[in-house]
């Protein structure tokens, strides 16, 4: 049985019918090319295979047999026998006849992701940039595909001598799969022919009380600009992306750090696990200079938490419960994923421009199955077990600095002592105002239970709780007002308000 055959009998069509049976028939060939018997498709547009080789001349008849006929559709092209012949062609290097094949396909299934992706595929090996532009550019806001589609789009910008465009498409293959084959060093390989950096971008930046700076070297292509913060790991500074022309923060890692091997490692292993995750509510990683140990990351435009919480000022408590709801839903991803964060605290919750809440600074996370209980992180922010060094650390932790965050976004501040030892969810309640205090104290109990086994138990548990409390506050909020609009409306029009109180 041939291929026409084989896809027929996929569609349910079974063998030809004659002139009684009324059913349809696949289209009867007027001419004949390739091995001999084969009958060549009248197609418009269409001059028969291009290729010499007779079996492959049969196959490519048949495939274009295939798809022209009236009943192809999806499931004719997701039929194995199908598939394979198309991957045998393509395997064979028969570029022009796939591209023909799966081009008059393309007008039956304009939308099939397969088939456009292998549409691309093809462009890219006839060099037909064009083409391949259009549909690598559909991918780019498909997650599975992102890294592949900025990958080929770098390409082609390198085909066409558009240096800085490639460089970019490079760095955003490299956002969504850092270890993307060849991306880095096809990115590397770039650097020669991209616009001078001005003399600034290679200068040292001098000490700035608070951070250790002497002797910083921005890479490449980067003007620094002032710190922006300073971590366990290492400074951040604002600095200028020349040739994007977009503000960047770069960590450097700690001078005296730089010559252990096992902190050096663990620096880039920060990185790598960020870009990996994908996670809109983390910070997004941009570039990496290995030999200057160097991390080129996402600058938000709109600062910290802690920014937000200086000088003992709370946040609204409908505004604290948004935040909390925010930072549940991207640590419920990473915990899915086997990722605990272990230093949650306010100076690594960043904001961007529109306001959304992103979580920064991995630089002592690590899997949850193997999370031994060393004190990594900051002890003001730390579960009871990361203190007392219990033998394992698991997502509750996360959870339990989420209670902090929540108690102190809503207090404008911590208990005394809270660093130094172990408080009882109490103590944290006592200091929340009054109008917060109902609506916070169950979820509060919740996060802040110092034994792990008594705590929610997960950010998915914890997640409908915060929200219907941010709901309720927020009722809490617009009530009050709309009763005093309709009582300024009574007042004015002298209609009388119904007696609410006694419903």
Not at 433 to 445: G, M, Q, S, T, Y
């Amino acid at each position: 049985m041939g291929l026409f055959d084989a896809v027929k009998r996929a569609l349910g069509l079974g063998a030809p019918a004659d002139k009684a049976s009324g059913n349809a028939s696949p289209p009867t060939p007027a001419a004949t090319q390739g091995a001999p018997g084969t009958a060549l498709p009248q197609v418009p547009g269409w001059d028969g295979p291009a290729s010499a080789d007779p079996e492959r001349a049969a196959a490519v008849t048949e495939l274009m047999g295939c798809v022209t006929h009236s009943a192809f559709g999806l499931q004719a092209y997701e039929a194995a026998s199908f598939v394979n012949a198309l991957d045998e062609l393509i395997a064979a290097d028969a570029i022009e006849d796939s591209i023909a094949i799966l081009r008059r396909a393309a007008l039956v299934l304009p939308d099939h992701k397969d088939l456009r992706l292998r549409l691309a595929r093809l462009y890219m090996r006839r060099y037909d940039n064009e083409s391949a532009r259009r549909l690598w550019e559909g991918f780019t806001a498909d997650d599975g595909l992102a890294a592949e589609a900025n990958f080929r789009l770098a390409e082609i910008a390198e085909r066409e001598g558009r240096h800085a465009d490639a460089a970019s498409h490079y760095q955003r293959a490299l956002a969504y799969d850092f270890g993307y084959p060849n991306a880095q060093q096809r990115a590397q390989s770039l650097r020669s022919h991209l616009p001078a950096p001005r003399k600034a971008a290679a200068a040292t930046v001098g000490g700035v009380e608070g951070t250790a700076s002497v002797g910083l070297e921005a890479p490449e292509g980067y003007d620094l600009k002032h710190p922006l913060g300073r971590g366990g790991y290492g400074t951040v500074y604002l600095a200028a992306d020349v040739v994007l022309r977009r503000d960047v923060a770069i960590k450097f890692l700690h001078p005296h750090l730089t010559r252990d091997e096992r902190r050096v490692a663990a620096f880039f292993d920060e990185a790598r696990l960020v870009a990996r995750l994908q996670n809109p509510g983390i910070v997004r990683i941009y570039d990496l200079a290995v030999e200057q140990r160097v991390i080129v990351m996402e600058y938000m435009t709109r600062g910290t938490l802690r920014d937000r919480l200086s000088a003992g000022r709370a946040l609204t408590p409908v505004a604290a419960f948004g935040v909390a709801t925010r930072l549940l839903a991207t640590l419920s991803q990473l915990h899915d994923a086997g990722i605990v964060h272990r230093d949650l605290k306010p100076s690594n919750i960043l904001f961007r421009s529109d306001g959304s809440v992103v979580v920064g600074d991995f630089g002592v996370a690590t899997l949850e199955s193997g999370s031994a209980g060393r004190a990594a992180g900051t002890v003001l922010y730390m579960a009871p077990e990361q203190k007392r060094g219990d033998a394992v650390v698991d997502r509750r932790a996360d959870l339990y600095a989420v209670g902090l965050l929540l108690a102190e976004m809503l207090a404008g501040g911590l208990p005394v002592g809270s660093g130094s030892r172990v408080l009882e969810p109490d103590a944290f309640l006592a200091m929340l105002p009054a109008a917060a205090r109902d609506v916070a104290e169950p979820v509060l109990r919740g996060l802040l239970a110092v034994e792990p086994g008594a705590r929610t138990a997960s950010a998915d548990e914890a997640l409908p709780r915060v929200r219907a409390a941010r709901r309720q506050l927020q009722s809490a909020e617009i009530v009050p007002d709309l009763m005093a609009e309709l009582a300024r409306f009574s007042e004015a029009t002298g209609v009388a308000l119904p007696d609410l109180e006694s419903r």
